[in-house]
């Protein structure tokens, strides 16, 4: 029988898969225009407020290849509908957290809720498309999630107005509903799935590699935690070392190397991790900017990453064009190109006084940029994969997200709380009236943003000084986080630029990777 290029009722079916995606996506990105209110409710230090952020990311990164090998094996279609269920607690152990750390689990459970999902979108959009078809649903998939993610923060602004900061957790809730009811009618069951046993030691051991990674670079800046940093960072080697070990003996790997080392699979894998991980780190330091500094209320730092969602739909189905026009290695390029412009634009522009239109100029160039190259590092991946293997491609795409995302929001984190830190700290070495203050209020004016303002509060006479010095470190701390977002936009950059093939030698890859696929 031929092979169809698409599924009965694709319009309808490609609707539900985003669906399901934008629940996903949408509990990634509420949290960032809350850690302000979080922060203030709950006196949280930095590090505490990015874990917050990073919480969710971590969950999705650590168990997305375990939970894409096992929607292989047992169905796809199930843990879509057992992972729209589970979101819900977390969603409401998120939005009642009487603590800053039970927060942090609340969101790592929804995280791992969304391992179940989420890589499974992806993964069944390879399954049921093939051609061209898979290249635009892939693009739709890509933007409008992406999009989703980014209309969070305008509604949860909107929430934080008029209701308290657990708000927003709680606006998943009706789309979660509707995504069940979509999956449920609209998906199919069963469609080139594995009969092979899952790797269960594999699962584990690669759920321990990213945890201990990002957990490290997390702690990485807060003084007294050495010893712990250390730890994590020994268990994350001795993990990686292990996992590699694992699936070069493994009969049925979890993550089959040998795939994974083909050039256009591991270099778009790369290059998609800093893409959309430069996308989230720069929303989660962004709001806290737009707020902290600018003095922007909830609605108008959400609503001012509206050019980025913008960009980003109206980019990625043109990109979708360029992919098959002009190769993957193109239009990843040129979406570098955006991003460094995005970076760069904050580094220079965005100081106290900004005004708008150079803040939207660079959430613009940041929309335009992942609209480009989103599409482009999903589909490489889709396309040098056997479709039985569409759960290893699919967690990879999700890992470019999430670890992306986990990596560059912990690392941009880490910066800026070692910045702002170092900044106060000087801040308050060279004024006169710094050496009054006891060690405990020191540590509060260097712990974060949001400590500093409370300490102004409870000493009037000083809360101008207080305050202005706490902007000062802020920005410090978020120059260092944009800096080290455009050195990492330029090194995926380079690595696309000599690495991945031109399109052409791409094309003659991807019908060698298929003819080699279809020979076992």
Same mark, same amino acid.
């Given at each position: 029988?031929?092979?169809?290029?698409?599924?009965?009722?694709? @319009?309808?079916?490609?609707?539900?898969? *985003?669906?399901?995606?934008?629940? %996903?996506?949408?509990?990634?990105?509420?949290?960032?225009?809350?850690?302000?209110? /979080?922060?203030? +409710?709950?006196?949280?230090?930095?590090?505490?407020?990015?874990?917050?952020?990073?919480?969710?990311?971590?969950?999705?990164?650590?168990?997305?290849?375990?939970?894409?090998?096992?929607?292989?094996?047992?169905?796809?279609?199930?843990?879509? =509908?057992?992972?729209?269920?589970?979101?819900?607690?977390?969603?409401?152990?998120?939005?009642?957290?009487?603590?800053?750390?039970?927060?942090?689990?609340?969101? *790592?459970?929804?995280?791992?809720?969304?391992?179940?999902?989420?890589?499974?979108?992806?993964?069944?959009?390879?399954?049921?498309?093939?051609?061209?078809?898979?290249?635009?649903?892939?693009?739709?998939?890509? +933007?409008?999630?992406?999009? *989703?993610?980014?209309?969070?923060?305008?509604?949860?602004?909107?929430?934080?107005?008029?209701?308290?900061?657990?708000?927003?957790?709680?606006?998943?809730?009706?789309?979660?509903?509707?995504?069940?009811?979509?999956?449920?009618?609209?998906?199919?069951?069963?469609?080139?799935?594995?009969?092979?046993?899952?790797?269960?030691?594999?699962?584990?051991?690669?759920?321990?590699?990213?945890?201990?990674? !990002?957990?490290?670079?997390?702690?990485?800046?807060?003084?007294?935690?050495?010893? =712990?940093?250390?730890?994590?960072?020994?268990?994350?080697?001795?993990?990686?070392?292990?996992?590699?070990?694992?699936?070069?003996? %493994?009969?049925?790997?979890?993550?089959?190397?040998?795939?994974?080392?083909?050039?256009?699979?591991?270099?778009?894998?790369?290059?998609?991790?800093?893409?959309? $991980?430069?996308?989230?780190?720069?929303?989660?330091?962004?709001? #806290?900017?737009?707020?902290?500094?600018?003095?922007?209320?909830?609605?108008?730092?959400?609503?001012?990453?509206?050019?980025?969602?913008?960009?980003? !739909?109206?980019?990625?189905?043109?990109?979708?064009?360029?992919?098959?026009?002009?190769?993957?290695?193109?239009?990843?390029?040129?979406?570098?190109?955006?991003?460094?412009?995005?970076?760069?634009?904050?580094?220079?522009?965005?100081?106290?006084?900004? @005004?708008?239109?150079? *803040?939207?100029?660079?959430?613009?160039? =940041?929309?335009?940029?992942?609209?480009? +190259?989103?599409?482009?590092?999903?589909?490489?991946?889709?396309?040098?994969?056997?479709?039985?293997?569409? $759960?290893?491609?699919?967690?990879?795409?999700?890992?470019?997200?999430?670890?992306?995302?986990? /990596?560059?929001?912990?690392?941009?984190?880490?910066?800026?709380?070692?910045?702002?830190?170092?900044?106060?700290? #000087?801040? /308050?070495?060279?004024?006169?009236?710094?050496? #009054?203050?006891?060690?405990?209020?020191?540590?509060?004016?260097?712990?974060?943003?949001?400590?500093?303002?409370?300490?102004?509060?409870?000493?009037?006479?000083?809360?101008?000084?207080?305050?202005?010095?706490?902007?000062?470190?802020?920005? #410090?701390?978020?120059?260092?986080?944009?800096?080290?977002?455009?050195?990492?936009?330029?090194? $995926?950059?380079?690595?696309?630029? =000599?690495?991945?093939?031109?399109?052409?030698?791409?094309?003659?890859?991807?019908?060698?990777?298929?003819?080699?696929?279809?020979?076992?």
């Amino acid at each position: 029988m031929a092979r169809r290029d698409s599924p009965e009722r694709a @319009p309808l079916v490609l609707a539900a898969l *985003i669906v399901v995606a934008g629940v %996903a996506n949408l509990n990634l990105s509420v949290a960032n225009v809350a850690l302000p209110s /979080i922060g203030k +409710a709950f006196d949280s230090s930095q590090t505490t407020l990015n874990l917050v952020a990073v919480g969710y990311s971590l969950g999705l990164a650590a168990s997305v290849l375990y939970l894409g090998a096992v929607g292989d094996r047992y169905g796809r279609k199930l843990m879509l =509908l057992l992972g729209i269920v589970l979101s819900v607690p977390a969603c409401l152990l998120a939005a009642f957290a009487w603590d800053d750390w039970v927060l942090v689990v609340a969101r *790592i459970l929804g995280g791992l809720s969304a391992g179940m999902a989420y890589p499974t979108t992806l993964a069944l959009i390879a399954a049921l498309w093939f051609g061209p078809g898979r290249t635009r649903s892939i693009a739709l998939w890509s +933007a409008l999630g992406g999009a *989703i993610a980014a209309l969070g923060p305008l509604v949860a602004g909107w929430l934080l107005q008029h209701f308290w900061w657990g708000s927003v957790f709680l606006i998943t809730l009706p789309l979660a509903v509707v995504a069940l009811v979509m999956a449920w009618v609209l998906v199919p069951s069963h469609v080139n799935e594995s009969s092979e046993p899952v790797d269960n030691l594999g699962g584990i051991l690669s759920v321990v590699l990213v945890a201990a990674l !990002v957990l490290s670079i997390n702690f990485a800046p807060v003084p007294g935690k050495g010893a =712990l940093v250390a730890g994590l960072g020994l268990i994350a080697v001795a993990a990686t070392v292990a996992f590699v070990w694992r699936q070069r003996r %493994a009969a049925n790997p979890l993550y089959d190397l040998d795939i994974a080392s083909r050039r256009v699979f591991w270099v778009a894998a790369c290059a998609g991790i800093i893409v959309f $991980g430069s996308l989230m780190g720069a929303m989660f330091i962004s709001q #806290q900017y737009l707020q902290n500094v600018v003095g922007y209320d909830t609605v108008e730092a959400g609503a001012a990453f509206l050019p980025a969602v913008v960009f980003m !739909v109206l980019v990625a189905p043109r990109s979708a064009k360029l992919v098959e026009a002009r190769g993957a290695r193109t239009t990843l390029l040129t979406g570098y190109v955006f991003l460094f412009l995005g970076f760069v634009s904050m580094l220079l522009l965005w100081e106290e006084n900004t @005004p708008y239109w150079q *803040i939207a100029l660079a959430y613009a160039c =940041l929309g335009i940029g992942v609209g480009l +190259a989103g599409t482009p590092a999903s589909h490489s991946l889709t396309g040098s994969v056997p479709v039985h293997r569409a $759960g290893m491609a699919s967690g990879t795409a999700d890992l470019q997200r999430d670890l992306g995302g986990a /990596i560059m929001q912990s690392l941009f984190g880490a910066l800026l709380t070692a910045g702002y830190a170092s900044s106060f700290s #000087q801040a /308050i070495a060279a004024s006169p009236s710094g050496k #009054q203050a006891s060690s405990d209020v020191q540590s509060e004016l260097t712990k974060s943003f949001a400590s500093a303002e409370q300490i102004a509060q409870q000493h009037p006479t000083y809360a101008d000084q207080i305050t202005a010095a706490a902007r000062t470190a802020f920005l #410090q701390g978020d120059d260092w986080a944009y800096a080290a977002g455009a050195c990492a936009v330029l090194i $995926g950059a380079a690595l696309v630029f =000599l690495a991945f093939p031109r399109h052409e030698a791409e094309k003659e890859l991807l019908r060698r990777y298929e003819a080699e696929d279809a020979a076992v």
